[in-house]
């Protein structure tokens, strides 16, 4: 009982004592022993009322010297342990009165509230923070409370504390720091593999397979990927010839076997990809054919005659048509990127207010550049988009031949003109070879020649073409086309006022022998020059192929490639006639005079050795024949002879006068005549 009395008393004297800590509402202070900091705090002696409305605790360390205070204060402090947690409890402003008598209580009762704090701690995981920093504070994991027996725990989770801590505590710049450093170790990974795969790349050497390796592998299907493979390593080697090659192997066998290849890979004729690669280099015959199995965007042409682009670009977007403004060379063309309905069908379509046209065929027409009131001919019209480029230009004035050779393809055409309001276009079906003799009174001031061709540009809209064509087709529309494009040149009026005589020549093929071959060829048969075409976009032509040399000039002439411009292979050449005279006839004509001068000169040679060998009593009975002659002659035979020599003079017929008919003096109507 007297310990009891003791403990009673104890807790009087720490209120009254002026070290004693105020009590608020909302805190709980605990006071740790000497020596033990930062160590878990047993809850035995936490009364059990004074427990539920507590609403934030703090660890307080307490020094030696309030502990040796407190414990003199109280009379039985010796039954307690030396090193015992004690805990100021501060709740509300009901609960300060009965703190004292609380402590009174026995040891039984302490343990009924230890039971009944863990039950309420368990329910109340609220917020450590009532205040606006609670976003940004964390609360430490040693603030945690654990009963005083659990004190072989606390070692071992002391080190997942301190990491846990060591975490939170580090800076933002730190963990930058470390992504940054790990990142950089994985790159320097990666490009060590980079670069070994590279050096082996480099060092080894390609093996190209031989003849008979290639006739044992004829039946087996070579899967893309391994022709790829094959395509690749090739590519290397040439680009590396003298390191890379393998000794005794020249370069024509590479770039043929690199043929065979590409040709198996993309479903080309081998004599095909042989020639591109005449062309251009080997990386970039494989980037043109390519290129060339891919698809070119949609573009349509805005018809001006009708509507504008930007009102066209309006009402297309209003039927969920994405598109874009062609180029910026372009004015009225539009590219189609998405589109929900189709282009061909819609009230636009059919109202006129464009023509799907693909990008390279509005070319040749910028490179005419009619103008209004001129009399221009087009000498393959079907399907009528170029006439139709032509007649939006000249503002449906002026005339519009448009002539094709196959009547059935000017279907198309008039119903194109009469769907797109274009009135000022005749069509025609002729061959173009004889125009000129159709036309010679009446002859054009601009011609537009898009020549029949091998369609060799045009791929990715007739795959048939890396099949069906041979290079054998390939010179037989190649001398077609030189036979028109000097018709064309016949045809065109040199001393046209407005243009000078002008035409355009276009194909929609890649091939030197159907493109610069033919100008150079029009320029040796007629008196024409090449004048620039006025776009700024596209390749100059080749003025050297293999062993042929052709006219500086041909640089003037614009290529354009699926790989490089995105459009369809194209080829365009401006030309300017300069007069009718054709350079071929002068020199026959200059070459057979001489001829006849010679001739002449060696009869007179052979005479004059005659004359020489006669006598002189020849010569003398030849001249008395003659004035014998003459004399037996009469003046009448003589008049006779001067006048048929007066006759065969050609003079214009002298109009005999007609007789006037009597008339009467007073009267000037003729008298009439008596019946017999």
């Known amino acids: 009982m007297g310990a009891r009395k003791g403990r009673s008393k104890s807790p009087g004297k720490r209120n009254s004592s002026p070290k004693s800590t105020p009590r608020k509402d909302t805190d709980e202070a605990v006071a740790v022993s000497k020596g033990d900091k930062k160590k878990k705090v047993s809850k035995e002696n936490l009364p059990a009322k004074n427990r539920k409305p507590i609403k934030k605790k703090e660890i307080v360390e307490e020094s030696s010297e309030s502990e040796n205070e407190s414990r003199q204060s109280s009379d039985d402090s010796s039954e307690e ?14 609960s300060e009165d009965d703190g004292s008598s609380e402590n009174n209580d026995s040891d039984s009762e302490n343990e009924d509230s230890d039971s009944d704090e863990s039950d309420n701690a368990k329910k109340k995981k609220g917020k450590l923070f ?28 002391g080190g997942l504390e301190d990491d846990s801590e060591s975490e939170d505590d580090e800076m933002e710049v730190e963990k930058q720091s470390r992504l940054l450093d790990a990142r950089k170790q994985e790159e320097d990974e990666e490009a060590e593999e980079e670069f070994r795969e590279t050096v082996s790349k480099h060092t080894a050497i390609y093996h190209l397979p031989t003849k008979e390796e290639l006739e044992l592998d004829v039946d087996r299907v070579v899967p893309p990927s391994e022709l790829k493979s094959h395509i690749n390593s090739i590519l290397e080697v040439l680009a590396e010839f003298k390191e ?6 020249a370069r024509s066998e590479y770039i043929d076997q690199l043929g065979l290849f590409i040709a198996e890979l993309y479903g080309y004729l081998p004599e095909l990809v042989a020639y591109f690669l005449t062309m251009f280099s080997p990386a970039e015959t494989l980037e043109f054919i390519d290129y060339s199995d891919k698809p070119r965007p949609m573009v349509i042409r805005t018809n001006t005659l009708k509507t504008r682009r930007k009102d066209l670009a309006l009402a297309l977007m209003k039927r969920g048509v994405t598109l874009d403004p062609l180029a910026s060379w372009s004015k009225v063309g539009l590219k189609i990127i998405e589109s929900t309905v189709p282009i061909g069908a819609t009230p636009e379509y059919l109202s006129g207010h464009y023509m799907l046209q693909s990008a390279a065929s509005m070319c040749p027409v910028l490179a005419l550049s009619p103008q209004p009131n001129e009399r221009v001919l087009d000498m393959s019209a079907a399907p009528g988009g170029k006439t139709s480029y032509i007649a939006q ?38 061959d173009g070879r004889k125009l000129p003799k159709l036309f010679q009174h009446y002859k054009f001031d601009r011609i537009l020649l898009d020549a029949p061709c091998s369609g060799l540009g045009v791929i990715s809209r007739d795959p048939s073409c890396k099949v069906q064509r041979t290079i054998t087709d390939v010179n037989k529309t190649a001398h077609l086309q030189k036979e028109l494009l000097l018709a064309a040149i016949d045809t065109l009026n040199h001393k046209s006022k407005s243009s000078g005589g002008v035409m355009v020549y276009s194909t929609c093929s890649v091939s030197v022998a159907e493109n610069e071959e033919v100008v150079n060829y029009a320029l040796q048969k007629r008196d024409i020059k090449i004048i620039d ?15 042929k040399r052709f006219h500086p000039s041909v640089a003037l002439t614009r290529r354009f490639y699926p790989h490089v411009h995105n459009l369809d292979g194209f080829y365009v050449c401006k030309i300017q006639k300069l007069s009718d005279k054709i ?67 050609s003079l214009p017929p002298k109009q005999q006068k007609q007789k006037s008919k009597k008339l009467n003096a007073k009267m000037t109507k003729p008298r009439r005549r008596k019946a017999d």
């Open 81 to 94: 342990p030396p090193k015992k947690l004690k805990t100021i409890v501060h709740g509300d402003s009901d």
């Open 130 to 157: 009532s205040d606006e920093n609670a976003k940004w504070l964390k609360p430490k994991k040693t603030a945690k409370l654990l009963s005083s027996d659990d004190e072989s725990d606390d070692s071992n989770e």
């Open 244 to 249: 890379r090659r393998e000794p005794g192997r």
């Open 393 to 430: 230009l000249m503002r449906n004035t002026g005339v519009v031949f448009a002539n094709d050779l196959r009547p059935d393809r000017q279907k198309a055409t008039v119903a194109n003109m009469h769907r797109l309001g274009v009135k000022n276009v005749i069509t025609c079906c002729y």
């Open 533 to 547: 075409t006025g776009l700024d976009f596209g390749r100059p032509g080749f003025t050297r192929y293999q062993q």
């Open 583 to 649: 350079p071929g006839q002068k020199k026959e004509i200059e070459g057979s005079e001489p001829s006849a001068k010679t001739e002449e000169v060696d009869e007179a040679s052979k005479a004059k050795k005659e004359a020489r060998q006669d006598s002189g009593k020849k010569r003398q009975e030849v001249n008395k024949q003659k004035r014998g002659k003459k004399r037996k002659g009469t003046r009448d035979d003589s008049n006779i002879s001067k006048k048929k020599k007066a006759e065969k003079v």
